[in-house]
């Protein structure tokens, strides 16, 4: 393959960006609007053509005896530290890439296009698209990275337009504090990534992935069993850096930021806070998965960890209000399901060789149709927010007669992410669950529960938003359905979204290239469908028709739903710990340190300097005949202090 | 030899010793130029006085002592144009009046 | 003599200087004339001598020091004119015509007095320009002093606020460090001919026969060290930056926190650590010890600051703090990286100045709590302002990840766990650094218009925009593409870790 498709598939979004951006004062809407989407059109064409050129070409290049092969297209050198860490900017080839080229662009470009109507009268609509490439540009460096470093690099750029996306308004205080959380949270686990890349790398002596990861063992040889606290150093260098993964991704403890992140545009949460960005932590999982099978404690630290966030996650999501948190706190236990999903798939599991690549296989498959349902999911609560300009669902209910097309695609979404077959959802959680079971069968009903629980609060939101009551708000101001730009996307998400499940995935995305058959594990698939109907059938129950149901439960469990609807006191505690602690007692203590006791002693050598000048001024008093005095005492003494000398 | 120098040296040093005394005591400018001119001639004196007892063949002190009186004239010339000047701007030859220049 | 183009870096200033001798206070066209014309010149020649450097090296020239000159200035103490630079001071030289050049456009309004404001400005750069391309210990102290001195007058007559007070404070707070610093290089003078023989000051001289005795070099190594440590603004030697970079008016703050901070840390690897290459082994420890709270210390400080330029002051300490930390890990990447470091805040502070200067002009104060939403009404200095910050909190593609991960790379080269626990607590200068930025950012760009009587303000004029888009266009320079600068650097370090390693 040619560079000269991958160069531009990177160098597109960047020069949208840089036009855009510079030169979007200029600019009519129109003008910016189209360009922004042509770009995307086109760079989401490149990725489509690169993306099938992989996978079905056949090249020797890509696939070698049914093996895939990694593929650096090219890798340049951007910045030697020393002569053995190069930092190089390249384009990698390999399934996961192939995969999240086209995720990413085909959720981007569906985003431009739905942007088009959902911004239309917003202030600042050039920027919008300039910073939607901006961020396009960065993932897309992100997922075709060659090397760790240049991971890193983008990854503080997705960081970054974030951050600028979520402050997209930034005249709203609330918008301007959740985007400044975004990016701190981020950046405090960027530094766990930062210090596990600068561990690893010390030991292996090279940034670049697949000689890593073609090797794991030779890793674990390199760190020459080197312990640090009772861990060895490769476990926590593999720790630190599923740290930075679990900032991106929103895992448990560093979650806080992603339910705030929903201040930002409803497409930019589609985008980024669904589809691509947040799943940069389980690609990354992903991207090294080689080595941490190699470590076993990293693996199990995973996969706790995103057990536990699934599950917290879900029970929070029960009880939100803001729609957008409701799917906020969704992905986040999506994401939390590929996670342990990541965390059971290693080499020599039991039931042999399918099974060992299969967490993997499958978490990946969920990442698919995860961002593909997700963003139709967002950008359908887009459509509800534009129609009754507020993000509570108390505002809604009974829309189901008003907005036929967001119903149907809705539904679609809610159905795929319960794990409904045939739509998408099933077939990718079937095999998360399968490969669960698999590993141990704690974690396999754990997450069946949160698969569940999963099930009912997507209905429990369906149903409050559609069915329930209607809002007596409507005769006023008539909700209708989202102009074409907003609708098209829906649908062709929609229509993805029943579809994706029947891509036969295990041939294409695999750990180690070779292909293998998905076929249902029909007692989990059976398991899991039967509770997420039992969930629907609950979630209904409940909420089809307004009732006191939900009234009744809240009462029976009241600490148990306050908590949950505070989100467990998360934020209240990161407040605590930020502003109390760091800000009121150790900035200030430093600043006043800094003022009354180091800048105090230099003053204060200033200030004895001027009071002895000031005590000793009085000798110099301009009286000639005092200074005479003085002399001829001195004048004496010396006379005296030579004559006794001299004896 | 060294009983005929003190008997020129002791009134040369009490004659400094008044020259002292008055120039740290008096407050007029006149006074004060006056003690100065003793502690000068003293030391004039001096100088002779060394030359004549201890280099008796040389004449270099005594030289000394004519630059000495001619510079010291000067001087004097000097310091009472200056005093006069003081008088006729501040009217006062007192020296505790003579503090414009310290504010 | 004027064959050497080196010269000219300090002709130059001297002839703008006369140029603005002749002309009128009132005749402020004239006086933009000269001052464009020569700095525009300087620039040019700047890039003119990076070119024809890398175009020499290229071409296999590798001689410690290239443009080599030396002319005898005072024979009965050996003292010479002489000159020479390496890729570390070709860099340094084109950060001061950079930032002489936007400082003067960012100065285009200056009152009163801009003949004299000009003139000692030129003064200034007279001395930065000497010290840089100085190889001889002498004279590089003398245009030490001759970039110091100029300060006093341009804080105490063109600044705000205490300006008095801060001017006095910083000059003495320097001059006491330029004491140490004499104390020093006299000491390194009296050694520098251990078999006898002439006494020199030339410091390539010195290294050459590695001079001084290695029982004298601790005490010279502390006192060099700490001399231009100060100027470092190494903890705790760094009160006099908050205060005196608060008073200065802008293109003094720019060329202070962007040129002159700079003198101490390159005198801290061409003087202390390399003519005394066995104490910076030994001692290296303290100094690490100091500079790490440097680095923590400002970040921690600049978070509750409320003033402008005093957070930006403090986050100049937490970065020079991080110059001098990496110098101080005593290996090629770090030291690399140190450089870097200098580069990028001294472009990146001198934006920061320039648009701290820019909004004072405009709002007529400081105080972030008295400013906000200033997005909307100057959106070009607000964008500029978020791009500087960006390059401070290190965003890759601007110029301060560049550095910063060079430094973190190199001092994780040392793998003892002191080192180690020192890196990990500089690593977590950034976090912090991100948040004392985004709190200005927020607080000062974005959110609610604050003042109503800003709503009437304008956005930049020309000649601002001119001096913002020189620098943003050099930090994105180096963001993009620094692996020539790397390049540059790491083979002008060569001596030094030689001297390091034949030290131990």
């Given at each position: 393959m040619g560079i000269t498709l991958p160069i531009l598939i990177l160098a597109m979004p960047f020069f949208m960006f840089l036009l855009l951006g510079l030169g979007g004062v200029k600019m009519s809407r129109k003008v910016a609007g189209v360009l922004g989407i042509l770009g995307m059109g086109t760079t989401m064409t490149l990725a489509y053509i690169v993306a099938f050129t992989y996978f079905f070409s056949g090249d020797a290049a890509f696939i070698i005896d049914g093996v895939r092969q990694q593929f650096q297209v090219f890798d340049v050198t951007w910045?030697?530290?020393t002569e053995r860490l190069v930092v190089k900017i390249g384009f990698l080839l390999d399934p996961i890439s192939a995969m999240m080229l086209v995720v990413i662009t085909t959720i981007s470009f569906m985003v431009h296009l739905y942007s088009w109507g959902y911004m239309e009268?917003?202030?600042g609509f050039q920027r919008y698209y300039a910073f939607l490439n901006l961020f396009s540009f960065s993932m897309l460096g992100l997922v075709v990275a060659t090397n760790i470093f240049q991971m890193y690099i983008f990854w503080e750029l997705v960081g970054v337009s974030s951050f600028l996306l979520i402050g997209?308004?930034?005249?709203l205080p609330s918008a301007v504090s959740a985007s400044k959380k975004a990016f701190i949270v981020t950046r405090f686990a960027d530094l766990g990534f930062l210090l596990g890349i600068l561990t690893l790398t010390f030991f292996?002596?090279?940034?670049?992935f697949v000689d890593m990861t073609s090797n794991p063992m030779n890793v674990l040889a390199q760190t020459g069993g080197a312990t640090f606290m009772g861990a060895s150093v490769l476990t926590w260098a593999m720790v630190l850096i599923f740290t930075g993964g679990m900032g991106k991704s929103a895992m448990?403890?560093?979650?806080?930021w992603l339910p705030d992140?929903?201040?930002?545009p409803t497409p930019v949460s589609a985008l980024?806070?669904?589809?691509?960005m947040v799943v940069a932590g389980v690609y990354l999982v992903a991207r090294m998965f080689p080595v941490y099978c190699v470590v076993e404690a990293s693996m199990t630290f995973i996969t706790v960890v995103g057990a536990i966030t699934a599950f917290y996650a879900a029970v929070v999501a029960c009880t939100q209000i803001d729609i957008k948190r409701v799917l906020a706190f969704s992905t986040i236990s999506q994401i939390a399901f590929m996670m342990v999903s990541l965390g059971v798939?290693?080499?020599?599991?039991?039931?042999?060789?399918?099974?060992?690549?299969l967490g993997y296989m499958a978490g990946m498959f969920h990442l698919f149709t995860h961002a593909m349902f997700k963003a139709l999911l967002f950008l359908g609560a887009g459509a509800l927010i534009h129609a009754?300009?507020?993000?509570?669902?108390t505002k809604m209910g009974g829309l189901r007669k008003y907005m036929p097309i967001t119903h149907w695609t809705f539904l679609i979404g809610c159905l795929a992410i319960a794990g409904?077959?045939?739509?998408?959802g099933f077939f990718s959680k079937d095999e998360m669950l399968a490969a669960m079971f698999n590993n141990n069968w704690i974690w396999g009903a754990w997450m069946t529960m949160v698969a569940g629980l999963t099930a009912f609060y997507m209905f429990r939101l369906y149903f409050l938003i559609f069915w329930w009551e209607e809002n007596p708000n409507y005769k006023h101001h008539r909700p209708h359905d989202a102009p074409w730009q907003m609708s098209l996307p829906l649908i062709i998400l929609a229509a993805v979204s029943v579809v994706a499940?029947?891509?036969?995935?295990g041939e294409l995305v695999t750990w180690n290239g070779v292909s293998y058959h998905i076929h249902l594990e029909a007692p989990v698939a059976v398991t899991s469908i039967i509770v997420a109907l039992c969930a629907i059938a609950l979630a209904a129950k409940m909420y089809?028709?307004?009732?006191?149901l939900p009234e009744k439960f809240r009462k029976a469990m009241p600490g148990l739903w306050t908590a949950a609807h505070h989100r467990f006191y998360w934020d209240e505690l990161y407040i605590f710990i930020t502003?109390?602690?760091?800000?009121?007692i150790i900035c200030s203590a430093i600043a006043w340190f800094d003022r009354h006791v180091i800048d105090a002693t230099m003053d204060g050598f200033a200030k004895v300097t001027q009071k002895v000048s000031f005590a000793i001024r009085?000798?110099?008093?301009?009286n000639v005949q005092a200074y005479v005095l003085w002399y001829f005492f001195g004048a004496v003494a010396l006379a005296l202090i030579t004559w006794i000398c001299l004896l | 030899m060294n009983l005929d120098i003190l008997w020129y040296l002791v009134p040369s040093v009490i004659m400094f010793c008044c020259g002292v005394y008055g120039f740290v005591t008096r407050k007029n400018m006149i006074a004060m130029l006056v003690s100065l001119e003793l502690m000068l001639n003293s030391a004039d004196l001096n100088f002779a006085i060394f030359n004549r007892f201890?280099?008796?063949?040389?004449?270099e002190g005594m030289v000394f002592t004519l630059f000495a009186i001619a510079i010291a004239a000067a001087e004097t010339a000097v310091a009472i144009a200056i005093i006069i000047n003081i008088y006729r701007s501040i009217g006062s030859t007192e020296i505790v009046e003579t503090n414009k220049m310290k504010h | 003599m004027f064959g050497n183009i080196l010269i000219w870096f300090v002709i130059i200033p001297v002839l703008m200087m006369a140029g603005l001798g002749v002309c009128?206070?009132?005749?402020m066209a004239a006086i933009r004339a000269v001052m464009v014309i020569g700095s525009t010149i300087l620039l040019a020649l700047a890039i003119w001598l990076c070119v024809d450097f890398l175009a020499l090296r290229g071409a296999?020239?590798?001689?410690?020091?290239?443009?080599t000159g030396s002319w005898m200035w005072y024979a009965p103490l050996n003292i010479h004119l002489a000159v020479g630079v390496d890729g570390i001071s070709v860099l340094m030289l084109l950060l001061s015509a950079v930032i002489v050049f936007a400082g003067t456009f960012a100065s285009?309004?200056?009152?009163?007095l801009p003949k004299n404001f000009f003139l000692w400005f030129a003064l200034l750069s007279t001395g930065v320009f000497g010290f840089f391309i100085s190889i001889d210990m002498f004279t590089m102290f003398m245009f030490y002093e001759v970039a110091l001195i100029p300060m006093y007058l341009l804080i105490g007559v063109?600044?705000?606020?205490?300006k008095e007070y801060s001017a006095m404070k910083l000059t003495l707070m320097l001059m006491g460090g330029s004491a140490f610093l004499m104390l020093g290089l006299l000491g390194i003078y009296w050694h520098s001919a251990p078999a006898g023989g002439e006494l020199t000051w030339n410091i390539l001289e010195i290294a050459r026969n590695n001079a001084v005795d290695p029982s004298w070099q601790n005490l010279l190594f502390c006192f060099t060290f700490v001399g231009f440590g100060v100027l470092g603004a190494m903890f705790p030697f760094h009160t006099w930056s908050p205060d005196g970079h608060a008073c200065a008016p802008t293109a003094v703050s720019m060329l202070h926190a962007g040129v002159l901070m700079k003198l101490g840390g390159y005198g801290c690897f061409r003087i202390a650590i390399y003519l005394l290459p066995a104490a910076a082994n030994e001692l290296a420890w303290i100094f690490i010890i100091l500079t790490g709270i440097s680095v923590v210390y400002g970040a921690f400080s600049a978070c509750?600051?409320?003033?402008l330029k005093y957070i930006n002051a403090y986050s100049s300490v937490s970065h020079c703090g991080m110059v001098l930390f990496a110098l101080l890990m005593l290996n090629q990447t770090a030291m690399t990286g140190a450089i870097l470091q200098m580069l990028s805040h001294g472009l990146m502070t001198a934006l920061f100045f320039a648009l701290i200067g820019m909004i004072y002009g405009r709002?007529?104060?400081?105080d972030i709590r008295e400013m906000g939403g200033l997005m909307q009404i100057m959106p070009y200095l607000g964008v500029c302002y978020m791009i500087a910050g960006f390059a401070s909190l290190g965003l890759?593609?601007?110029s301060g990840f560049v550095a910063e991960m060079t430094i973190f790379f190199g001092a994780w080269e040392d793998a003892d766990m002191f080192h180690r626990a020192f890196v990990v607590a500089a690593t977590c200068s950034i976090v912090i650094t991100a948040v004392y930025i985004l709190r200005v950012v927020g607080k000062?760009?974005?959110?609610?218009?604050?003042?109503?009587?800003?709503?009437?303000l304008t956005d930049a004029t020309w000649f601002e925009r001119f001096s913002t888009v020189t620098l943003i266009v050099c930090i994105a320079g180096i963001g993009f593409f620094p692996n020539w600068i790397n390049e540059t650097i790491q083979h002008s370090f060569l001596p030094i870790i030689h001297a390091l390693q034949n030290a131990i």
């Amino acid at each position: 393959m040619g560079i000269t498709l991958p160069i531009l598939i990177l160098a597109m979004p960047f020069f949208m960006f840089l036009l855009l951006g510079l030169g979007g004062v200029k600019m009519s809407r129109k003008v910016a609007g189209v360009l922004g989407i042509l770009g995307m059109g086109t760079t989401m064409t490149l990725a489509y053509i690169v993306a099938f050129t992989y996978f079905f070409s056949g090249d020797a290049a890509f696939i070698i005896d049914g093996v895939r092969q990694q593929f650096q297209v090219f890798d340049v050198t951007w910045l030697a530290f020393t002569e053995r860490l190069v930092v190089k900017i390249g384009f990698l080839l390999d399934p996961i890439s192939a995969m999240m080229l086209v995720v990413i662009t085909t959720i981007s470009f569906m985003v431009h296009l739905y942007s088009w109507g959902y911004m239309e009268s917003e202030r600042g609509f050039q920027r919008y698209y300039a910073f939607l490439n901006l961020f396009s540009f960065s993932m897309l460096g992100l997922v075709v990275a060659t090397n760790i470093f240049q991971m890193y690099i983008f990854w503080e750029l997705v960081g970054v337009s974030s951050f600028l996306l979520i402050g997209f308004f930034y005249r709203l205080p609330s918008a301007v504090s959740a985007s400044k959380k975004a990016f701190i949270v981020t950046r405090f686990a960027d530094l766990g990534f930062l210090l596990g890349i600068l561990t690893l790398t010390f030991f292996t002596d090279t940034f670049n992935f697949v000689d890593m990861t073609s090797n794991p063992m030779n890793v674990l040889a390199q760190t020459g069993g080197a312990t640090f606290m009772g861990a060895s150093v490769l476990t926590w260098a593999m720790v630190l850096i599923f740290t930075g993964g679990m900032g991106k991704s929103a895992m448990l403890p560093l979650h806080i930021w992603l339910p705030d992140a929903m201040e930002g545009p409803t497409p930019v949460s589609a985008l980024i806070h669904a589809a691509t960005m947040v799943v940069a932590g389980v690609y990354l999982v992903a991207r090294m998965f080689p080595v941490y099978c190699v470590v076993e404690a990293s693996m199990t630290f995973i996969t706790v960890v995103g057990a536990i966030t699934a599950f917290y996650a879900a029970v929070v999501a029960c009880t939100q209000i803001d729609i957008k948190r409701v799917l906020a706190f969704s992905t986040i236990s999506q994401i939390a399901f590929m996670m342990v999903s990541l965390g059971v798939a290693r080499d020599g599991m039991p039931g042999g060789e399918h099974y060992s690549g299969l967490g993997y296989m499958a978490g990946m498959f969920h990442l698919f149709t995860h961002a593909m349902f997700k963003a139709l999911l967002f950008l359908g609560a887009g459509a509800l927010i534009h129609a009754v300009h507020s993000n509570d669902y108390t505002k809604m209910g009974g829309l189901r007669k008003y907005m036929p097309i967001t119903h149907w695609t809705f539904l679609i979404g809610c159905l795929a992410i319960a794990g409904i077959p045939p739509f998408s959802g099933f077939f990718s959680k079937d095999e998360m669950l399968a490969a669960m079971f698999n590993n141990n069968w704690i974690w396999g009903a754990w997450m069946t529960m949160v698969a569940g629980l999963t099930a009912f609060y997507m209905f429990r939101l369906y149903f409050l938003i559609f069915w329930w009551e209607e809002n007596p708000n409507y005769k006023h101001h008539r909700p209708h359905d989202a102009p074409w730009q907003m609708s098209l996307p829906l649908i062709i998400l929609a229509a993805v979204s029943v579809v994706a499940g029947f891509i036969p995935f295990g041939e294409l995305v695999t750990w180690n290239g070779v292909s293998y058959h998905i076929h249902l594990e029909a007692p989990v698939a059976v398991t899991s469908i039967i509770v997420a109907l039992c969930a629907i059938a609950l979630a209904a129950k409940m909420y089809m028709r307004k009732n006191t149901l939900p009234e009744k439960f809240r009462k029976a469990m009241p600490g148990l739903w306050t908590a949950a609807h505070h989100r467990f006191y998360w934020d209240e505690l990161y407040i605590f710990i930020t502003h109390k602690i760091i800000f009121g007692i150790i900035c200030s203590a430093i600043a006043w340190f800094d003022r009354h006791v180091i800048d105090a002693t230099m003053d204060g050598f200033a200030k004895v300097t001027q009071k002895v000048s000031f005590a000793i001024r009085g000798l110099q008093g301009g009286n000639v005949q005092a200074y005479v005095l003085w002399y001829f005492f001195g004048a004496v003494a010396l006379a005296l202090i030579t004559w006794i000398c001299l004896l | 030899m060294n009983l005929d120098i003190l008997w020129y040296l002791v009134p040369s040093v009490i004659m400094f010793c008044c020259g002292v005394y008055g120039f740290v005591t008096r407050k007029n400018m006149i006074a004060m130029l006056v003690s100065l001119e003793l502690m000068l001639n003293s030391a004039d004196l001096n100088f002779a006085i060394f030359n004549r007892f201890l280099f008796p063949d040389k004449m270099e002190g005594m030289v000394f002592t004519l630059f000495a009186i001619a510079i010291a004239a000067a001087e004097t010339a000097v310091a009472i144009a200056i005093i006069i000047n003081i008088y006729r701007s501040i009217g006062s030859t007192e020296i505790v009046e003579t503090n414009k220049m310290k504010h | 003599m004027f064959g050497n183009i080196l010269i000219w870096f300090v002709i130059i200033p001297v002839l703008m200087m006369a140029g603005l001798g002749v002309c009128r206070n009132s005749s402020m066209a004239a006086i933009r004339a000269v001052m464009v014309i020569g700095s525009t010149i300087l620039l040019a020649l700047a890039i003119w001598l990076c070119v024809d450097f890398l175009a020499l090296r290229g071409a296999g020239v590798d001689d410690e020091m290239l443009f080599t000159g030396s002319w005898m200035w005072y024979a009965p103490l050996n003292i010479h004119l002489a000159v020479g630079v390496d890729g570390i001071s070709v860099l340094m030289l084109l950060l001061s015509a950079v930032i002489v050049f936007a400082g003067t456009f960012a100065s285009w309004k200056i009152n009163p007095l801009p003949k004299n404001f000009f003139l000692w400005f030129a003064l200034l750069s007279t001395g930065v320009f000497g010290f840089f391309i100085s190889i001889d210990m002498f004279t590089m102290f003398m245009f030490y002093e001759v970039a110091l001195i100029p300060m006093y007058l341009l804080i105490g007559v063109w600044g705000t606020g205490r300006k008095e007070y801060s001017a006095m404070k910083l000059t003495l707070m320097l001059m006491g460090g330029s004491a140490f610093l004499m104390l020093g290089l006299l000491g390194i003078y009296w050694h520098s001919a251990p078999a006898g023989g002439e006494l020199t000051w030339n410091i390539l001289e010195i290294a050459r026969n590695n001079a001084v005795d290695p029982s004298w070099q601790n005490l010279l190594f502390c006192f060099t060290f700490v001399g231009f440590g100060v100027l470092g603004a190494m903890f705790p030697f760094h009160t006099w930056s908050p205060d005196g970079h608060a008073c200065a008016p802008t293109a003094v703050s720019m060329l202070h926190a962007g040129v002159l901070m700079k003198l101490g840390g390159y005198g801290c690897f061409r003087i202390a650590i390399y003519l005394l290459p066995a104490a910076a082994n030994e001692l290296a420890w303290i100094f690490i010890i100091l500079t790490g709270i440097s680095v923590v210390y400002g970040a921690f400080s600049a978070c509750v600051q409320t003033d402008l330029k005093y957070i930006n002051a403090y986050s100049s300490v937490s970065h020079c703090g991080m110059v001098l930390f990496a110098l101080l890990m005593l290996n090629q990447t770090a030291m690399t990286g140190a450089i870097l470091q200098m580069l990028s805040h001294g472009l990146m502070t001198a934006l920061f100045f320039a648009l701290i200067g820019m909004i004072y002009g405009r709002t007529h104060t400081r105080d972030i709590r008295e400013m906000g939403g200033l997005m909307q009404i100057m959106p070009y200095l607000g964008v500029c302002y978020m791009i500087a910050g960006f390059a401070s909190l290190g965003l890759p593609g601007l110029s301060g990840f560049v550095a910063e991960m060079t430094i973190f790379f190199g001092a994780w080269e040392d793998a003892d766990m002191f080192h180690r626990a020192f890196v990990v607590a500089a690593t977590c200068s950034i976090v912090i650094t991100a948040v004392y930025i985004l709190r200005v950012v927020g607080k000062l760009l974005l959110g609610k218009v604050h003042d109503e009587h800003h709503l009437q303000l304008t956005d930049a004029t020309w000649f601002e925009r001119f001096s913002t888009v020189t620098l943003i266009v050099c930090i994105a320079g180096i963001g993009f593409f620094p692996n020539w600068i790397n390049e540059t650097i790491q083979h002008s370090f060569l001596p030094i870790i030689h001297a390091l390693q034949n030290a131990i």
